[in-house]
């Protein structure tokens, strides 16, 4: 019974890789797929000598919103906030449509270096004479009270939420929440916990406002026209603004009662600043989400201590065994062909697809295709190699099906 031979398919592949790898070592001016970095520049600046290629405007993207609390994902329009008038959607790879990636436009646009203060962005009236209002709000408080979270794409990076957490940690979350709520027993759940002046009972608290920071590398002594946006961060706030021409984004917070019986106006509202760090690299700029991000520290000296717990417990049954080693243990089974042999092929060719395929995506990865930046890429890498290791996987599993029949003739 001859060795099953390695499927041709992987071997050009690889190669394929390795030149693209090599290129990525050597090439100063090579960038991954998805990946290229867009530099940004003041408006006075834009027909400046040398600043072709940058942009004074940087927009604002909105994704689905999800919560730990519900297995059902929303779009940004399924509730009642702010919209894009023109709305626009980025082309979507296959992964990001098997992830629920729901990426649009929205109304937040901001210009390069200019910082603003409690600007308006729009304004949402409520009366509960209309039955469609009712139905708009109830939606958004059932939002408030499960937790949804909006998550929210700057320049192709997630715009976080950093807060300090126990032993003067920093969390950086990428995504806030709508809302919070205060039940009728006066139990504070989710962020309500976050100030003092959310302690109504049987009250949702609205997070209509958000300070937004954006920090840039005005890339000096580079090789680059303009700025790189190297973090967006922001911070959920709630104001009941009284005065749509008069904004302030001070007082109290804004509160929507769990009895809907008045006219309500909610205002919409932001704040931006922008922030030079030199020190920050735009290759780097994920570095500081990831390692705020607990479950992805990886215990290597757990992994280490198991693996010699596994390797001492193996020795000692190797010990123990030695006397029971020899022929008389497997000359009855030498040629008995194993019971359901159909079974057995299919999973070894099912494994030996999956083994494949984690190693090729393993591979890719740590070449930096399937950057977290390059959105979908995961799975659609996944997804492309499972349908063509399908080709390998059958072989195995015919050769082992077709030995197990020789074996029994």
């Known amino acids: 019974m001859g060795r ?3 499927s041709r398919l992987s071997v050009p592949l690889l190669l394929l890789l390795l030149v693209l790898g090599g290129r990525a070592g050597l090439g100063a001016a090579f960038y991954l797929p998805g990946l290229a970095p867009v530099s940004f520049c003041e408006p006075s600046d834009t027909k400046q000598e040398g600043s072709a290629g940058c942009s004074p405007k940087i927009e604002l993207f909105v994704n689905r919103l999800d919560s730990v609390e519900s297995v059902l994902p929303y779009e940004y329009d399924a509730f009642d906030f702010c919209k894009d008038q023109t709305e626009e959607r980025p082309s979507e790879n296959l992964g990001q449509v098997l992830f629920g990636e729901r990426i649009a436009s929205s109304p937040y646009e901001f210009t390069f270096k200019k910082d603003e203060e409690c600007k308006k962005v729009c304004v949402k009236s409520y009366d509960p004479q209309k039955p469609e209002d009712k139905n708009r709000l109830d939606f958004l408080k ?34 806030f929440p709508v809302g919070c709520y205060i039940a009728s027993d006066g139990r504070i759940k989710d962020f309500c916990i976050m100030s003092d002046e959310f302690n109504k009972k049987n009250t949702f608290y609205l997070f209509n406002h958000v300070d937004i920071t954006i920090t840039y590398h005005s890339g000096k002594d580079e090789n680059w026209p303009g700025a790189r946006l190297v973090a967006a961060q922001l911070e959920p706030k709630s104001y009941k603004h009284t005065d749509v021409n008069n904004l302030s984004c001070k007082g109290p917070p804004m509160e929507i009662p769990a009895e809907f019986n008045s006219k309500l106006d909610v205002i919409y509202t932001y704040s931006v600043k922008f922030e030079e760090n030199n020190n ?14 607990p479950h992805t520290n990886i215990q290597w000296f757990s992994w280490l201590s198991e693996f010699d717990f596994h390797h001492k417990s193996f020795m000692l049954l190797q010990e123990d065994a030695q006397e029971e080693f020899g022929w008389k243990l497997v000359h ?8 359901k042999g159909m079974l057995l092929s299919v999973f070894l060719g099912q494994g030996t697809q999956i083994f494949i395929m984690t190693f090729i995506t393993l591979f890719l990865a740590c070449l930096g295709f399937l950057s977290p930046a390059n959105r979908g890429a995961l799975m659609t890498c996944a997804v ?3 349908v063509l290791l399908g080709t390998p996987a059958g072989y195995v599993s015919a050769r082992m099906y077709k030995s197990e029949y020789l074996v029994v003739l």
């Open 4 to 6: 099953p031979r390695p």
């Open 142 to 175: 059932k939002g408030m009270q499960l937790n949804y979270q909006h998550h929210w794409i700057i320049d192709n990076m997630p715009v976080t939420w950093c807060y300090n957490v126990e032993d003067s940690l920093k969390y950086c979350n990428p995504g």
């Open 280 to 293: 920050i690299k735009w290759a780097s700029r994920w570095d500081y989400i990831l390692k705020s991000m």
């Open 332 to 339: 009855g089974d030498v040629f008995r062909p194993p019971r």
């Open 384 to 386: 492309v190699l499972w």
